[in-house]
Nanobody
Framework: QVLLVESGGGLVQAGGSLTLTCAAS????????MGWFRQAPGKVRETVAA????????YYPESVKGHFTISRDNAKNTVYLQMKSLTPTDTAVYYC???????????????????WGRGPQVTVSS
């Protein structure tokens, strides 16, 4: 069992940067595969990034590759999403789910995750 608390959302101007944080208030993220997903109003949830539990192997869809970076600090039970060169199309609610028993493989499929928190809103103005 792990409880996730996300922070770092807000309003940012197009072209700017923002970093989201996903921290475990209970339990540990060590050994958990983690991901970042987003959902805009009227749109389906989409994968933003994923990272494996132990060796920090990562996955990015082509749409964000080179602009978003996922990282983790297991000692702090924290996962980060650094977002650069933001555009209005990045406006969405962002989520950081977790799944146990995936040390080496990043998981891009949202259906495979077990734990979800309430994500922060990211709004990018034009």
């Amino acid at each position: 069992q792990v409880l996730l608390v996300e922070s770092g959302g807000g309003l940012v101007q197009a072209g700017g940067s923002l970093t989201l944080t996903c921290a475990a208030s209970e339990g540990t993220l060590s050994g958990y595969a983690m991901g970042w997903f987003r959902q805009a109003p009227g749109k389906v949830r989409e994968t933003v990034a994923a990272i494996s539990g132990g060796d920090a192997n990562t996955y990015y869809p082509e749409s964000v590759k080179g602009h978003f970076t996922i990282s983790r600090d297991n000692a702090k039970n924290t996962v980060y999403l650094q977002m650069k060169s933001l555009t209005p199309t990045d406006t969405a609610v962002y989520y950081c789910p977790a799944r146990t028993s995936h040390i080496y493989t990043p998981i891009a499929d949202a259906d495979e995750y077990i734990y979800w928190g309430r994500g922060p809103q990211v709004t990018v103005s034009s």
